[in-house]
């Protein structure tokens, strides 16, 4: 399975914007997909998750509140919809796929995208 993302680019603070992550190659339906992030300088960090079904949502602390994962398992596809950006959410952006949800907490992933960068300035 290969993984591509899009819709990263420049906002200011306060705006939104919404990532996609669309896989090819194999059905992801029963897979649990994720993101993760990683700014300049700074370690990976587990952004948010969701189970194969849709049911089940995890965030990382801080964008609990601000970002919303789903997805649409007819078109292959997970979303990352980010509200009230903050400079501190600049970062390049992976989507990741793994068999179970659990293995995001673990911060593990099977498959992961090529990223695409969030520039927010204030």
């Known amino acids: 399975v290969q993984l591509v993302e899009s819709g990263g680019g420049l906002v200011q603070a306060g705006d939104s914007l919404r990532l996609s992550c669309a896989a090819s190659g194999r059905t992801v339906s029963n897979w649990a997909l994720g993101w993760f992030r990683q700014a300049p300088g700074k370690e990976r960090e587990f952004v948010a998750a969701v189970s194969w079904s849709g049911s089940s949502t995890f965030y990382g602390d801080s964008v609990k509140g601000r970002f919303t994962i789903s997805r649409d398992n007819a078109k292959n596809t997970v979303y990352l919809q980010m509200n009230k950006l903050k400079p501190e959410d600049t970062a390049v952006y992976y989507c990741?796929?793994?068999?179970?949800?659990?293995?995001?907490?673990?911060?593990?992933?099977?498959?992961w995208g090529q990223g695409t960068l969030v520039t927010v300035f204030s």
């Open positions: 990741g796929a793994n068999p179970a949800v659990a293995a995001f907490l673990g911060e593990y992933v099977e498959v």
